[in-house]
């Protein structure tokens, strides 16, 4: 299991290669990317913050709650802070089980926690100026599928 | 206690985090006590009810006590993923 909190960017493909090279006696690797979508009038760029320390103990904390509620050989999130770019990966979560049906529920699973539970906060900087983006109800109400 | 703020939060009050010596009993009563001192925190705090609070990096709400805390942190919903 690895959680990685980092302001560099990172390879989604590669990543992924290494981490179904690394999960011997799994059947089925989930991955999901998260990636910097454009805005009407263009986005600039992104900016994340976050709060080192709770991060890496929430997501800690998420991780292990997957590992416990399903059949994981391996788990891996990775999540950026600071600068990005249209287009550039945000974050990245894999699982790997033995078989699909645990890697998909734990996957989204820890998407949905991610969203809402893991202390980031985005902004977005566009020609007319920057905006935190808001919270969604909808995804308040998606930790009730769990 | 330190206190930490973060994102729009952090704007409005116009630091990212500081030590104060209070008496509060509870998360609540920091805030009313933070309120009364300057104008910044009454607008960063107006609605509590779009705010969220850790205490010792743990999510909590704002009738928990402070009893033996030294971290808390206010920040809005959050937006990760």
Same mark, same amino acid.
Request: proline share 4%.
């Given at each position: 299991?690895?959680?990685?909190?980092?302001?560099?960017?990172?390879?989604?493909?590669?990543?992924?290669?290494?981490?179904?090279?690394?999960?011997?006696?799994?059947?089925?690797?989930?991955?999901?990317?998260?990636?910097?979508?454009?805005?009407?009038?263009?986005?600039?760029?992104?900016?994340?913050?976050?709060?080192?320390?709770?991060?890496?103990?929430?997501?800690?904390?998420?991780?292990?709650?997957?590992?416990?509620?399903?059949?994981?050989?391996?788990?891996?999130?990775?999540?950026?802070?600071?600068?990005?770019?249209?287009?550039?990966?945000?974050?990245?979560?894999?699982?790997?089980?033995?078989?699909?049906?645990?890697?998909?529920?734990?996957?989204?699973?820890?998407?949905?926690?991610?969203?809402?539970?893991?202390?980031?906060?985005?902004?977005?900087?566009?020609?007319?100026?920057?905006?935190?983006?808001?919270?969604?109800?909808?995804?308040?109400?998606?930790?009730?599928?769990? | 206690?330190?206190?930490?703020?973060?994102?729009?939060?952090?704007?409005?009050?116009?630091?990212?985090?500081?030590?104060?010596?209070?008496? $509060?009993?509870?998360? +609540?009563?920091? =805030? !009313?006590?933070?309120?009364?001192?300057? /104008?910044?925190? &009454?607008?960063?705090? $107006?609605?509590?009810? +779009?705010?969220? =609070? !850790?205490?010792?990096?743990?999510?909590? /709400?704002?009738? &928990?006590?402070?009893?033996?805390?030294?971290?808390?942190?206010?920040?809005?919903?959050?937006?990760?993923?």
């Amino acid at each position: 299991m690895a959680v990685r909190i980092q302001e560099a960017a990172f390879g989604a493909g590669a990543e992924l290669d290494r981490f179904t090279a690394d999960a011997p006696g799994a059947g089925a690797v989930v991955s999901f990317t998260g990636v910097v979508r454009d805005v009407d009038g263009g986005l600039r760029h992104m900016l994340i913050e976050h709060y080192p320390g709770m991060t890496e103990r929430a997501i800690t904390a998420l991780v292990s709650e997957a590992v416990a509620r399903w059949n994981l050989t391996d788990a891996l999130v990775i999540h950026r802070f600071g600068q990005l770019a249209p287009g550039d990966p945000i974050m990245m979560v894999a699982t790997a089980s033995a078989h699909r049906a645990d890697a998909f529920a734990a996957a989204d699973f820890l998407m949905d926690y991610l969203k809402s539970r893991a202390p980031f906060w985005k902004k977005e900087v566009t020609a007319d100026g920057a905006d935190w983006v808001a919270a969604k109800d909808a995804d308040e109400a998606a930790l009730n599928r769990w | 206690m330190d206190i930490l703020y973060f994102a729009w939060v952090r704007e409005r009050i116009g630091l990212p985090r500081e030590t104060i010596q209070t008496e $509060a009993a509870t998360v +609540a009563d920091l =805030v !009313a006590e933070l309120c009364a001192r300057e /104008d910044r925190y &009454a607008v960063a705090f $107006a609605d509590i009810t +779009a705010l969220r =609070v !850790a205490l010792d990096q743990e999510l909590t /709400d704002f009738d &928990a006590p402070l009893a033996g805390v030294r971290e808390v942190a206010f920040f809005p919903p959050m937006t990760g993923g």
